[in-house]
C-alpha cells in the first residue's frame, strides 16, 4: 500500500465511522405507553365490553377504591390506555388494562381518587366509538 493509498483509507474508514454516528441518533422506538405504577386493582365498580368496534357502554361511574373490568369481544386485540395520546399519563391505572387480545378481561388498577378519566384505543385513538370515560365518585 503506497503512503497516498494509506491515507485515502484512513479517510474512507473516518467517513464511515461519521456516517455511522449519525445513523445511530434518534428515537426508535414506538409511543410510550406510559407509566405503569405498582398499585393493584380494587372490586370491580362496573364492566366495559368492546364489540363491533365499540366500547359499550363508554360512560361508567364508580367508587374511589375500584377498579374497572375491560372484555374485548372485538374480534381483535385491543389497546386500552388513559389520555390523553400518546403519553396517556392523566389516570395510569388504566394503563393496567393495555394490549387486550380478543376473548380476553382485565382489571385497572385502583383509582384512588374522585376524578373522570378518559381512555382511549391506542391503536386507533382517534375512534370516538372506543373512546370513553371512567367517573370515579
Ligand atoms: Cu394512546
Redesign the pocket.
Known sequence: MTRANRLLAVQLLAAGMVAGLAACGGDSGG?PTGPAPGGSPGPSGATITIANGRVTPSSVTIAVGQSVTFVNNDGQARNV?SDP??V?TDCPQINAVGNLANGATRLTQAFPASRSCGF?D?DD?DNANRRGTIVIQ
Open positions: 409511543p390506555t395520546h400518546p396517556h382511549h391506542h385513538p
